[in-house]
Nanobody, 126 residues
Framework: QVHLVESGGGLVQAGGSLRLSCAAS????????MGWFRQTPGKEREFVAA???????YAADSVKGRFTLSRHNDKNTVYLQMSSLKPEDTAVYYC????????????????????WGQGTQVTVSS
């Protein structure tokens, strides 16, 4: 069982930055691939970025060059550094985890992840 807690959300002006954190419980954090998704009212949860145990990352086109994903396995934490924020980045951001044994999976799909955090609100004002 993995328990995820996001933090770092808030209100920021367009062009500003925020760093989201996702703290995970458990002693096998390094065995989990992590993902970030976001959701606005009335819309489906949208893939933002994913990171694997070794640090490889993959990001959605909408955030490439602006968002950076990193992880510290010794701290059981994943970070999403968001820069050059736009009003359209406004959403609730969710952290997700999937036990990764080397099998193929689609990191952009919500159903691929076993565990989810409660979400943190990010609001970007124009």
């Amino acid at each position: 069982q993995v328990h995820l807690v996001e933090s770092g959300g808030g209100l920021v002006q367009a062009g500003g930055s925020l760093r989201l954190s996702c703290a995970a419980s458990g002693r096998t954090f390094s065995s989990y691939a992590m993902g970030w998704f976001r959701q606005t009212p009335g819309k489906e949860r949208e893939f933002v970025a994913a990171i694997w145990s070794g640090g490889a990352t993959y990001a959605a086109d909408s955030v490439k060059g602006r968002f950076t994903l990193s992880r510290h396995n010794d701290k059981n934490t994943v970070y999403l550094q968001m820069s050059s924020l736009k009003p359209e980045d406004t959403a609730v951001y969710y952290c997700a985890a999937r036990f990764f044994s080397g099998d193929y999976y689609d990191p952009t799909r919500t159903y691929e992840y076993e565990y989810w955090g409660q979400g943190t609100q990010v609001t970007v004002s124009s």
